[in-house]
Each structure stands twice: as structure tokens, then as C-alpha cells.
């Protein structure tokens, strides 16, 4: 059942009862583990990255609801018993186990309710980044978010509407990680200007993992554009907008790793740092194909159902149809009843 009032195309949503009330829980837990963790420093005098893996809680608790909700009782049997055999090996093993199973799952949902709230939000934004006369600083951070070139027509906005996987997509895993990995490069910047920031080289740094969880929660999302091939369609080649994403990744990753590089001839304090960086790029590989499979087995499909269902509402025919070619001249197809529509209607630039 749909918890979604829609009241124009700028307000189309897809967002279910039950993804609301996943959301709460969610935003609840982060704020109640953010809290804890305060406390656990001012009362104990533990770092901060002692008791980080608590903030995990919240994708935690969503992806063992998420466990029994689809009553996927084996292997939550399953995980429970490769957890409690390797407790007596290492208790760290057992929180990466859960992280990459349980909390994978989590991070798999909440893809999902991020996807339904922001995708038509999104696209409604890139639609008019380039139509006012006076783009205003949201406007700005989407032209520079997805690389949309100034004098590019942005209302021509298409998707494809029938994307069917047989299997899961490794090459958009693959597109992920990158966008995981610059945002990585930020952390690792901010390690190396940290004097108070140190990581044991014996054992597993758990809470690296706990940092690796939100920063995948940041990259997945953006999966569904390239799913669905959202783009600018034009007279020449189509612009799409996981691809304009990207090259924004990339022009952010060059002085970034410039950035790095002198920091680290400049700080280096030992061969943690490096043991660091290593780690938090196998890790992040780790939870993003776990989560990844999750989502694209699980979560996607209905995600791109309900999207291309409430497409004819966001796009209910052509830019163009009815107003002719985009040279202006008038549409003449001898086909009785062609749409016919004011240019105001649909090119209005308020």
C-alpha cells in the first residue's frame, strides 16, 4: 500500500507505508547510537573509534528486519552459526560477519527508500537546472552534481522503461565503488591531517567497516540512474546523468589524490597509514558486493517497477510532442488529432 499523496509532477513520490516507517526507524537509531557514542567517550574516556561500531546499529537492526520479514530463516540460522564459531577465533570476525551479511542487508534496504524518496525529486530538479533565467544554488549544485554542460536543453528527460536483470550486474557494482572510493579519498585526506588519528596494524579495525557501511549508504543510491539509462535526449548524442555524475567524480579525484600524495610525503608517520588506505579499499570492495547483491536480487526490481509505473505521470508525452520539430517549424504529419499544445505550457522558464 502507498503512502504517497501526488499532487503535481514535482511532487510524484514512491514511497510505501512501510518505507516510512523503515526510514524512522533508521533516522531513530542513528540518532540514538550518535548519543551513545557521545556518552561512551565523556563517561569512559574510550576514542571515539573505540565505540563507533555502534553507530552500524541502525543498518543493523533494518537488515536483521529485513532477514525476518522475508523469513529467510536459514540463513539467519546460518549467519548465527558462523558468527558464534569464529567468536572463539577472534570476537572481531564475528562483527565483520555480521556486517557483511546482516548490515549488508540493511545498507540493501535503505537503497532502496533513498532511491524512492529522491529519484523523481532528482530528475525533476535536473529538468529545470537549466530552464530559469536565475538558477538558484540548488540549481547549481545539480549542473555541477551531473556535469550538465550550460547550454544543454534539460527538459528532454527519458528513461528506459523496461529494464529485466538475468543476472547481477557486476560492471555497475563496479561503477559503484568508484564513486565509494572518492569519497574515500576525503577520509583518507582527513587520516593524514589528524594527529590524534592511529590504527593498530594487529587485528581488524572494525570500525573502519562501520565507516566504509555509510559511505557505500552514500554511493548506492546514484545505481538506479544508470539502471535506467536516465538521460538528456538531444539531436546528436544523449547525455546521460550517471555518466555526467561520474566525470564529476573524476574531476573531484585528481586534485584529491594530488592532495593525498604531497600529504602523505609531507606527514608520513609510519606504514599504518598505508595500512589504512589498503583496508578501507578492500573493505569497501567487500560491502558493496554484498549489499550489492543483495539489492540487485531483492530491492531493485521493485524499485524500477514502481518507477517506470509513475513515469507517464512525470512525462505523460514528449517535450516536444505536438509542438513541432526544435527548429519551430510546425508539426505536419497528416495524422488527424496530433496534440497541439502552447509552448507556454510546457517551455515556461518561471
Not at 529519484?119 to 537549466?130: H, K, Q, T
Not at 582527513?190 to 581488524?204: E, H, K, Q
Not at 546523468?241 to 608517520?269: Q, Y
Request: hydrophobic content about 50%; glycine content about 6%.
Amino acid at each position: 500500500m502507498r503512502g504517497a499523496s501526488n499532487t503535481g509532477r514535482g511532487a510524484i513520490s514512491l514511497m510505501r507505508d512501510v518505507d516510512y516507517i523503515v526510514a524512522y526507524i533508521f533516522l531513530g537509531l542513528l540518532a540514538a547510537s550518535l548519543v551513545a557514542v557521545a556518552v561512551l567517550v565523556l563517561a569512559t574516556g574510550r576514542s571515539v573509534y573505540q565505540t563507533l561500531p555502534l553507530v552500524a546499529l541502525p543498518l543493523f537492526v533494518i537488515g536483521l528486519i529485513d532477514y525476518v520479514y522475508s523469513r529467510r530463516w536459514l540463513a539467519v540460522l546460518l549467519i548465527a552459526a558462523i558468527s558464534a564459531a569464529v567468536y572463539f577465533l577472534d570476537p572481531s570476525w564475528t562483527l565483520v560477519i555480521l556486517f557483511l551479511f546482516i548490515c549488508a542487508a540493511g545498507l540493501a534496504v535503505m537503497t532502496e527508500v533513498i532511491q524512492r524518496h529522491a529519484f523523481y525529486r532528482v530528475l525533476r530538479a535536473v529538468e529545470l537546472a537549466n530552464v530559469r533565467q536565475d538558477p538558484g544554488i540548488w540549481d547549481r549544485v545539480i549542473i555541477f552534481l551531473f556535469n550538465i554542460p550550460c547550454d544543454l536543453d534539460t527538459r528532454n528527460l527519458t528513461i528506459d522503461g523496461s529494464v529485466k536483470r538475468t543476472r547481477i550486474p557486476w560492471a555497475d557494482m563496479a561503477e559503484s565503488m568508484v564513486l565509494a572510493l572518492v569519497l574515500c579519498m576525503f577520509l583518507w585526506i582527513y587520516m593524514f591531517l589528524n594527529p590524534a588519528f592511529r590504527v593498530a596494524t594487529s587485528g581488524i579495525p572494525t570500525y573502519t567497516f562501520t565507516i566504509m557501511l555509510y559511505v557505500a549508504l552514500l554511493a548506492m543510491p546514484w545505481t538506479i540512474f544508470k539502471s535506467l539509462n536516465a538521460r538528456i535526449e538531444t539531436d546528436y548524442r544523449d547525455f546521460s546523468l550517471f555518466r555526467g555524475l561520474l566525470e564529476t567524480m573524476k574531476r573531484m579525484f585528481l586534485p584529491s589524490f594530488a592532495a593525498l600524495f604531497f600529504l602523505m610525503l609531507a606527514l608520513f608517520s609510519g606504514v599504518y597509514t598505508l595500512y589504512y588506505i589498503l583496508l578501507s579499499v578492500l573493505m569497501i570492495a567487500a560491502t558493496t558486493i554484498s549489499a550489492g547483491a543483495m539489492y540487485y536480487m531483492r530491492n531493485e526490481p521493485s524499485v524500477i517497477d514502481d518507477i517506470t509505473g509513475k513515469w507517464p505521470e512525470f512525462r505523460p508525452v514528449g517535450i516536444y510532442e505536438g509542438l513541432g520539430s526544435r527548429s519551430e517549424h510546425p508539426l505536419d504529419d497528416g495524422v488527424p488529432g496530433t496534440p497541439r499544445r502552447s509552448r507556454d505550457s510546457c517551455f515556461s522558464q518561471k
